[in-house]
């Protein structure tokens, strides 16, 4: 099952190293295939690095696509974490 969805980064810093650590956290807790989309840039989103350089600011939006048996529930928990602003 493929799953896609655009959130809006609300977080005053963007995707900085502690918030690109916790998505890749999540991400490697499930088993799809999770792929990250900002300004043209697409990267998986399981290395830190890869989310780290998309460059995400603050009112940017980051396009997601999960591809696996359990795409919607990570795409929940994803959202989640992006509208409470990485719980910082």
């Known amino acids: 099952m493929v799953v896609e969805k655009t959130f809006t980064l609300i977080?005053?810093?963007?995707?900085?190293?502690r918030p690109a650590?916790?998505?890749a956290e999540l991400v490697a807790k499930y088993n799809s295939k999770v792929m990250v989309?900002?300004?043209?840039t697409e990267v998986d989103a399981k290395r830190v690095i890869n989310l780290l350089m998309l460059?995400?600011?603050c009112g940017m939006e980051l396009s997601f696509r999960i591809d696996g048996p359990d795409?919607?529930?990570?795409?929940?928990?994803?959202?989640?974490?992006?509208?409470?602003k990485f719980l910082e």
Not at 73 to 84: D, V
Request: hydrophobic fraction near 40%; aromatic fraction near 0%.
């Open 55 to 57: 460059g995400a600011e």
């Open 37 to 40: 989309k900002c300004s043209g």
């Open 71 to 84: 795409a919607e529930a990570l795409m929940t928990a994803i959202g989640n974490l992006i509208n409470q």
């Open 21 to 23: 650590t916790k998505i």
């Open 11 to 17: 977080n005053e810093n963007g995707l900085h190293a």
